[in-house]
């Protein structure tokens, strides 16, 4: 009896028809942090919804795709994605450059993606039928982030520094839209690039004399940025957004941290559940 058991075991296993949940994301170079967490998120996720595609006669499994937050690479991926019969869908890609290239790459092939970070605002609204993502566009987390900084801090004038990432120029085009609509004043507007100093690009800023200074762009920047200002005594009000809503941001940038304002594309901690996927 129990050898005819592992056989039905072993006959129902292999019956399974394998489906993929793609995750793609950098997980090599300077966000690999980021894209680790996106993708251990997945995983769980997958772990405990297995049971339930198994009783559909579906093995659910996870593939990572390392898109080194790099166009070039991501380009690279697309085909053995495509050519892979078993993904059914994709998660990520966590920046808005590499987004628009596999909503191009894979809208054709008919294969969903849901974007845990992309924020483009003409990502999706084009006609991208496959694209989906878990954020407000980067022109309404603007929008809600100048409002704040005006009702709630009572600030009249903005500094804005972006990255130069299409997500970081996004976001600024709308606080700088936004900044209009609600009369304050925006002192400067600067894309910082690999050859400012930090010293020269607080001197900017220090001349400017902003209530507050509004940052769009990844945390890498963010980091030596706050923990310079602060060393040097600069107390000025440091508004972000959302990229700065991560563990990993609020770890490496220790005290220089405290005080500072950004947009989230989370809501406040819900109430704990046995299902956190179900829920």
């Keep these: 009896t129990s050898a005819l058991l592992m056989t039905f075991s072993f006959a129902l296993a292999q019956a399974l028809q394998p489906i993929t949940v793609g995750v793609m994301v950098p997980l090599s170079g ?21 049971a339930k595609f198994k009783v559909l006669g579906l093995d659910l499994r996870i593939k990572a795709y390392d898109d080194q937050n790099s166009a070039v690479q991501v380009k690279a991926l697309l085909g053995s994605i495509i050519a892979d019969v078993n993904v059914m869908g994709l998660v990520g890609p966590l920046s808005s450059e590499v987004a628009r290239i596999a909503v191009l790459g894979l809208e054709e092939a008919r294969i969903p993606m849901v974007s845990p970070a992309a924020g483009l605002p003409r990502l999706g609204r084009a006609g991208d039928g496959n694209f989906n993502r878990l954020v407000a566009g980067d022109d309404l987390q603007a929008q809600a982030g100048v409002i704040f900084i005006k009702t709630t801090l009572n600030a009249r004038s903005l500094f804005v520094l972006d990255d130069g990432s299409q997500d970081g120029q996004a976001q600024t085009r709308g606080v700088v839209q936004e900044a209009a609509k609600q009369g304050l004043k925006v002192l400067g507007n600067v894309t910082v690039d690999q050859s400012m100093s ?7 800023i220090s001349q400017a004399k902003p209530d507050v200074l509004y940052y769009n762009g990844g945390y890498d920047f963010a980091i030596p940025l706050l923990k310079r200002m602060r060393r040097d005594g600069d107390t000025t009000l440091f508004f972000g957004g ?21 947009t989230s594309s989370a809501a406040p901690p819900a109430p704990t559940h046995s299902d956190p996927v179900g829920a």
């Design 198 to 204: 930090l010293k020269d690009l607080l001197r900017q």
């Design 30 to 50: 300077s966000q690999a942090k980021q894209g680790q967490e996106i993708y251990n998120a997945a995983s769980v996720a997958v772990s405990l919804t297995r």
């Design 242 to 262: 959302d990229a700065l809503s991560n563990d990993g941001f609020r770890k490496e940038v220790g005290a220089a941290g405290a005080g500072i304002y950004y």
